[in-house]
């Protein structure tokens, strides 16, 4: 991982202490538009719960298998994965808790977005257990492996590189369900990961615009920020038992890969911060646009090439489909 380097010029370099007392008055601005943007909505009427019956056990109903199922095979894997994602929330309160402290408009924020969060746990859960989607076994013994590790971000040592983080990721997080949703094969599912997505892509509403206030304080730190986090981004759920496995999946499937990262996620956050049309930085940010310009024409070719090898290996999955029958 690279540590960004501390910017020496004229003025003292923003320590992270001061990032945050200057960023309040955004981070209240932004809450109340949060506030006003976010409808609430209950989980429990996106659960089918007509559908569930008793599991074996202590109740002595019926053992989950396979055929119970009437998710796709890559929803079962996506989903899984999202949910696992989003147990790990302790965690995540924990290290933007201790980012951004508890008290004030951060504060309120922090326990807002914890609370939200906390309810597209609950509404999966509750969705693949009454419906028998997964595995509830081997989803409960996943839960406590991954859980069990913790999250520890790669970004603590820098509340710039935490925020450009969030920006990004919670827009990874509504592409993963979005899409999800959109494989899913159950009408029902894809509704309710619709309403999640839409949180997330409040949430990153939120990190951006607080991004892009950073972007104007600290030019060179937040580019250099913004840079380090592109460069070595990893999905918050990576630590989760058989993440690249399930993530080799997920790609080839067409819910999360390297054209999607670029082109529906690191792209419009960038553009919309104009971050490639930044002009006047130190030497400093001016490094790390150049290497985040560099990088993404990089990532840009490495995801055509991901391209072709995904419509070569679809092609063959069909043409022995088409064998077969
Ligand atoms: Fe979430
Ligand atoms: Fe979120």
Redesign the pocket.
């Known amino acids: 991982m690279t540590i960004a380097p501390v910017q020496r010029t004229a003025t003292t370099a923003w320590t992270d202490v001061r990032l945050i007392l200057a960023l309040e008055e955004v981070v209240e601005t932004e809450l109340n538009r949060h506030l006003k943007a976010a409808k609430e909505w209950m989980p429990h009427e996106y659960v089918p719960w007509s559908r569930g019956r008793d599991f074996d056990g202590v109740l002595g109903g019926e053992a989950w298998s396979l055929d119970q199922s009437k998710v796709t095979p890559l929803a079962r894997i996506s989903l899984v994965v999202n949910l696992l ?2 147990d790990n929330l302790p965690s995540y309160h924990h290290e933007i808790a201790s980012m951004f402290g508890r008290e004030g408009a951060w504060g309120t924020w922090v326990h807002r977005w914890t609370a ?2 906390g309810r ?2 609950i509404a999966i859960r509750d969705y693949l257990l009454a419906t028998r989607a997964v595995d509830p076994v081997e989803l409960e013994r996943a839960r406590m492996a991954h859980m069990s590790e913790g999250f520890e971000s790669d970004n603590a040592h820098s509340m710039l590189q935490s925020v450009a983080y969030v920006a990004f990721q919670e827009l990874a ?1 509504r592409i993963a ?1 979005r899409n999800t949703g959109h494989h899913s094969g159950d009408e029902l599912c894809d509704q309710l990961l619709a309403k ?1 997505a839409n ?2 892509n409040l ?1 990153m509403v939120f990190y951006r615009n607080l991004l892009k206030a950073a972007l104007e304080i600290a030019p060179d730190q937040a580019m250099r920020a913004v840079a380090d986090v592109v460069l070595n981004f990893r999905m918050p759920g990576h630590g989760m038992p058989g993440f690249e496995r399930s993530a080799a999946q997920i790609a080839i499937g067409g819910i999360y890969n390297l054209r999607i990262h670029h082109d529906d996620v690191l792209q419009p956050v960038l553009r919309h911060l104009k971050v490639m049309e930044i002009t006047g930085l130190g030497p400093v940010g001016q490094h790390a646009q150049d290497e985040l310009g560099a990088f993404l024409d990089g990532l840009n070719a490495q995801a055509t090439r991901f391209d072709e090898r995904q419509a070569a290996l679809l092609a063959r999955r069909a043409a022995a489909a088409a064998a077969r029958a």
């Open positions: 994602t989003e939200e969060e597209h746990g997080t369900h999640i949180d997330e949430h």
